[in-house]
Structures are given as C-alpha cells and as structure tokens.
C-alpha cells in the first residue's frame, strides 16, 4: 500500500499522544513510501518511545527521500546507547558478554522495531555514537 509519511506519522501520535511532546518533524510529511501503514507505524512508534524513555530531548525525526525509497531517521540529544551497531537490536542475554550496565534495559523493544520493520519490508540500521541514529529505509515504489 502507498500512503504518505505524515499518514503513517499520524497513526503513531493517535496512538501515542505523548511521544508528539519534544518530537521535531524535519522534512516533507507529503513524501509516500510502499508498505503496510499499521505496520511501520507500530515502528516508529517503539523508535520514538525508546528515544523518549532512554534519551534527551528534543526527539528529531528527519525524512530524507531519495529515487527508489526514503530514509526516516531518529535521534535525540542523549549520548546513545555505547553498543556496536550488530548488537543493538539483539536482546539483552543472548551472548555471555552482554552489558550487564545498569539502566542498559534487555532492548526488547529496539528488537521488535528490528524484526518488525523486516517483516514490512524496511531495513532499519544503527549509526553508533558520537553522531548515534536509528534510520528506517522505506521503500517508495
């Protein structure tokens, strides 16, 4: 299904009110990309949440479009999780040398967003700090 952005945005804000607090949009709501709205919504929404729980705000979701999809990027003013970027959406416990930090939490929810966002057809990939992001590959066509 092709449905713009700002459809799919609005999806997340109607079932999350609170996640619109501290939340800057940058670029073009307009843009359509080509998957299952319910279904990417439920990702960002958990994208969002997790930046709200465990970050600091403001929250910047930028839409970035290029010829065959857009990328979505999330990040906030925290420092960001210090994982290497293939471990960030596994669970917590899944090797013997997992983080045992305090507040580190299992990232059941940034695994959810992962398999989930597979299962709609969008990639979502972790730049590690200093310059941290979660960013969704949504195809457009």
């Known amino acids: 299904m ?3 952005i700002g459809e799919i945005l609005r999806l997340v804000t109607a079932n999350r009110p609170d996640l619109e607090s501290g ?3 940058q ?22 949440d997790n930046s709200k729980r465990h970050g600091e705000p403001p929250t910047v979701l930028t839409i970035q479009p290029h ?3 857009i990328d979505l ?5 925290g420092p960001g999780p210090n994982l290497p970027a293939d471990r960030i959406y596994e669970l917590w416990g899944d090797h013997p040398d997992d983080p045992t930090t305090p507040g580190m939490g299992t990232r059941l929810g940034l695994h959810l967003a992962y398999r989930t966002a597979q299962h ?4 979502l990939t972790y730049q590690p700090p200093p310059d ?4 969704l590959h949504i195809p457009t066509t």
Not at 120 to 123: D, E, H, L, P, S
């Open 73 to 77: 990027t999330v990040t906030d003013q």
């Open 2 to 4: 092709t449905v713009p």
């Open 120 to 123: 709609a057809g969008v990639t």
């Open 132 to 135: 941290w992001n979660h960013t």
């Open 23 to 25: 939340l800057v949009v």
């Open 27 to 48: 670029g073009d709501t307009d843009t359509s990309v080509t998957t299952h709205p319910q279904t990417l919504a439920r990702v960002i929404e958990e994208l969002l």
């Open 67 to 69: 010829h065959d999809h």
